[in-house]
C-alpha cells in the first residue's frame, strides 16, 4: 500500500482544494459547486470573487460534461472518464480540467484557444457576441461560447495542452486562472 500520507501531504502543499477523477456527471456538478460556495464561504471570500470563481468553474464543468468523447470510441480508456481540480494559492484560484478528446478535433479547438489567446478584453466581449449573433451551434450543442466566456471572466490568457494517447486519443488539459481583484469596485463581466 502506498503512503497516503505522502499523497495528502502533496495536495496540501500543492494547496489543492478539491480533486476528482472519474466519470462526470450532472449530480456530480451540482454536489462539486456546493462543496466550492461551501469552501469559499469558509475562506470569507468577497462576493465578486465567489461570483467570478463560481461562474468559471460552472463553464469548465459544463465544458467537461458537455465535450466528453462518445462510447462509439474501441479503446481500452475511459473516454467519459475527466480529471479536475480546484487550487488557491495566495490570491489566485486555478481550475484544472483534464478529458479524452478525438485526435481529429485537437486541431480546430487549439486554433480556436489561440484565437481567443490573442484577444484582449474588448475583443472578446465582440468575438462573443458574434459568435452569439452567428447562431451556429455545434454537434454537442454550443456555438464555441464557453472557452470565450472563461476567458472574458477570468480575465488571464487559458493554459492549454494537448497529450497523446494512442492513436485516435489524445488527452486535453486546460488551466484558468482566476486572480483576486484588488480593486474592490470592479464587478464580474
Not at 462543496?35 to 467570478?52: G, R
Not at 490570491?91 to 478529458?99: A, F
Not at 459568435?131 to 488571464?156: C, Q, Y
Request: hydrophobic content about 35%; overall charge negative; charged content about 30%.
Amino acid at each position: 500500500m502506498e503512503n497516503i500520507h505522502d499523497f495528502y501531504t502533496k495536495m496540501e502543499e500543492g494547496n489543492i482544494m478539491l480533486s476528482f477523477k472519474g466519470e462526470v456527471t450532472s449530480d456530480l456538478l451540482t454536489s462539486i459547486l456546493q462543496i466550492m460556495e461551501s469552501k469559499m464561504d469558509t475562506l470569507e471570500e468577497p462576493p465578486v470573487v465567489k461570483k467570478k470563481v463560481y461562474n468559471i468553474l460552472v463553464e469548465c464543468l459544463q465544458n467537461l460534461y458537455h465535450h466528453l468523447e462518445s462510447d462509439d470510441l474501441t479503446t481500452p480508456i475511459n473516454e467519459k472518464s475527466a480529471l479536475f481540480m480546484i487550487k488557491k494559492q495566495n490570491d489566485e484560484y486555478s481550475i484544472m480540467t483534464g478529458n479524452y478528446m478525438v485526435k481529429d478535433n485537437v486541431e480546430p479547438m487549439k486554433k480556436r484557444l489561440d484565437t481567443i489567446n490573442a484577444m484582449d478584453s474588448l475583443q472578446l466581449k465582440t468575438y462573443y457576441k458574434e459568435v452569439l449573433n452567428n447562431g451556429e451551434m455545434s454537434s454537442k450543442g454550443g456555438g464555441g461560447l464557453g472557452m470565450i466566456d472563461i476567458a472574458r471572466k477570468s480575465g488571464k490568457k487559458l493554459e492549454y495542452r494537448f497529450d497523446n494517447v494512442d492513436d485516435k486519443l489524445t488527452f486535453f488539459s486546460l488551466n484558468v486562472k482566476v486572480a483576486q481583484n484588488k480593486n474592490k469596485e470592479e464587478k464580474v463581466k
